[in-house]
Nanobody
């Protein structure tokens, strides 16, 4: 079973940046599509970004141009660089193995002055 461990969340001021990491166990990481999702209080979980095994990316409309997803298959890790953060980006961010349908435990991101 794949285990996903997120890190890098925290408190940041509006306009600031954070980088999230998701370390995955298992030898098949490079073959799996990976995604980042988020869920704010009282809202449904939404897709933030997805990257395929071939490196193609897809972003949610609210983060296009501000967030970047990429992967390092040698480290079994997928990253999410978040720039120009806004208070509405505040949420718990989850990593997902899209191919195996496994979720990480989530990491809190709070954007506030």
């Amino acid at each position: 079973q794949v285990q996903l461990v997120e890190s890098g969340g925290g408190l940041v001021q509006p306009g600031g940046s954070l980088r999230l990491s998701c370390a995955a166990s298992g030898s098949m990481f490079r073959l799996n599509a990976m995604g980042w999702y988020r869920q704010a209080p009282g809202k449904e979980r939404e897709v933030v970004a997805v990257i395929t095994s071939g490196g193609s990316t897809h972003y949610g409309d609210s983060v296009k141009g501000r967030f970047t997803i990429w992967r390092d298959n040698a480290k079994n890790t997928v990253y999410l660089q978040m720039n120009s953060l806004k208070p509405e980006d505040t949420a718990v961010y989850y990593c997902k193995d899209e191919t195996k349908d496994y979720w990480g435990q989530g990491t809190q991101v709070t954007v506030s002055s």
